[in-house]
């Protein structure tokens, strides 16, 4: 992988290391929300929202490894740059680690959004839920829910290839990239699909771990789903 005729500028690998960072506080802190209920209620709470739990320790886990290669791929050599081979495949990692972090977060976040605006809800805050009222906060939460998909296309699909397409590297060490973010993006899913499941079936429900293995590559569609968190 090691390249000398090709280099990645040091403030770039930095700039990477900052998002990495970032989303690794977002991960602690919402797992640390996450596991704040009482003792006897977190198993219930994990069994319950597995998927969540699974996606933000996976981002908390595959952030980890991609910022330890991105420091890796440093050659600490006299103009501070970065080894384009490791570079590329800490990028890829790090975009696994976002994809995570935004399925977890955003898929809690809907699941909570549609159920405090739902005609429950201003039936017990006593407000009259009208046809026109209940028709509003369908149309609001289909808004949110179709903005953070447009997120989420953006993070999985669009933003890792375009960043392979502007690696400074030959044609095939692209389709490298390409292919180990393809295949590790695979098995992320595939270990949320083991664990939506296992969610479903505690609540007596199955689906079947191939049908959300490809559910999973739009995730906004399993956010609004039944087999959502309620």
């Known amino acids: 992988m090691y390249d000398p005729d090709i280099s990645i500028a040091l403030n770039v ?14 991960d602690i802190f919402a797992l640390g929300i996450f596991l704040s209920s009482r003792e006897d209620l ?16 996976a981002s908390l886990c595959v952030g980890t490894v991609a910022a330890l290669l991105m420091l890796v791929s440093e050659r600490f050599d ?13 990028e890829m990692t790090m ?6 972090t935004i399925s977890g977060i955003a898929k809690g976040f809907i699941a909570i959004f549609q159920h405090n605006l739902g005609e429950p809800a201003f039936s017990t805050l006593g407000i009259p839920g009208t046809g026109e009222l209940i028709a509003a906060s369908e149309s609001f939460q289909g808004m949110v829910f179709w903005f953070i998909s447009l997120c989420w296309i953006f993070i ?26 393809l295949a590790l993006t695979a098995v992320a899913f595939m270990l949320s699909a083991y664990a939506m499941d296992i ?24 956010w609004s789903h039944p087999l959502a968190p309620m």
Not at 13 to 26: D, K, P
Not at 42 to 57: C, E, P, Q, R
Not at 95 to 100: K, L, M, P, S, T
Not at 167 to 177: D, G, I, N, Q, Y
């Open 95 to 100: 975009f696994v680690a976002i994809v995570q």
């Open 78 to 90: 006299p103009q501070g740059n970065s080894d384009v081979g490791i570079f590329g495949i800490a």
């Open 156 to 181: 999985v699909y669009i933003a890792p290839f375009w960043s392979v397409s502007r690696m400074p590297c030959k044609p095939l060490r692209k389709v490298f990239f390409a292919v180990y973010y």
């Open 199 to 222: 969610e479903m079936l505690a609540r007596g429900e199955s689906t079947g771990v191939g049908r959300l293995f490809l559910m999973n590559f739009w995730s906004p569609g399993l």
């Open 42 to 57: 977190v198993s219930l709470k994990i069994i319950s929202d597995l998927s969540v739990f699974y996606a933000l320790v």
């Open 13 to 26: 690998s930095r700039a990477r290391l900052t998002v990495i960072g970032f989303m690794l506080t977002i």
